[in-house]
């Protein structure tokens, strides 16, 4: 049918199960926040759910820097907020690279005007802490060292503290993405010194896609503040966007998606209500369990055992089949979403993610019966 504007009615998503890489399935407590009435972005009743959300988020983060917040806009904008705020032309910035997230880190760099240095790691593989030990010593004049946590593309787990302790043990400040890990596997700002750290609502937060939860420590905030040029984007200046995030200012900066606020105020909450450790924990015992029915069904897994994510099981397509067909039957016929590989990994290996509301046994259950009658 050609598509004209007088063909045009109201668009009505179909009910799916979220089971790829992100965003995964809301639950309808927060879905029911999202739909409430939008009021002013500088409403006193907006203004006091801002600062529940930061108590939230720092409790998300496991934080006390004042500087937290959401930032608004996907996690790639959380993550150009870090790099742009922290990297000036001419820096030197160390990149871990283990998968599609680190070659982004790579393209924020240059375009700052900074000089990277990489450090490889081969897709599915954590980063290796020598590696980035033997960088540092190479590059003693490194300001910055940035790399993924959780590494979506492969579903590789990083030591993040580690990877941290080494920065500094260099001068360096740290750049984490904790996109995918927020929520689905420990991440401890504070006790592990982490400076700068960018997180996504979509993934284990499970709320509406296109918020970037932020936090950014004293020596980020220092660094930030000795800045020689202004930060060259305005939309995601730190000095400007604060105007309006803190509370004793609190002027327009630009006007907050107000829906998708009441969402994530909703989500955190319900983090909040489980327990970030009993959150971890219900990823860590429905990873064993999808695990076990994967391997049953004589898939192997791409990451070794030591360095997987709960929330992002990856495993190799067996020789001979279609894993695009296989994908598209899921959703035409269990109407269940799973992803497919990227970059060098595309069309060789599926991802099921196991996220936030996603992470229910219900779903473990039904994505392998699905997979296993479409396998069959
Ligand atoms: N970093 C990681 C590890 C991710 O998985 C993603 C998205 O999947 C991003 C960054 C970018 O987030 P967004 O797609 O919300 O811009």
Redesign the pocket.
Known sequence: MTLTLDSIQSFHAPRRVLMG??PSDMHPRVLTALGQPVIGHLDPAFAGMMEELKLLLRYAFQTENALTFPVSG???VG?ETCFVNLVEPGDKVIVCRNGV?GG?MIENVERCGGVAVVVEDAWGEAVDPQKLEDALKAHPDAKVVAF?Q???STGALSDAQTLIEIAHRHGCLSIV?A??SLGGNPLRVDAWGADAVYS?S?KCLSCT?GLSPVTFGERALERLKNRKQKVQSWFMDLNLVLGYWDAAKRTYHHTAPINSLYALHESLLMLKEEGLEQAWARHQRHHLALRAGLEALGLGFVVKEEARLPQLNAVHVPAGIDEALVRRRLLEQFNLEIGAGLGPLAGKIWRFGLMGHSCREENVLLCLDALARTLA
Request: hydrophobic share 30%.
């Open positions: 890489p992100g996907p996690g790639s993550m997230f982004r993924v959780a590494e979506t993405d996109v995918t996504g979509q896609p």
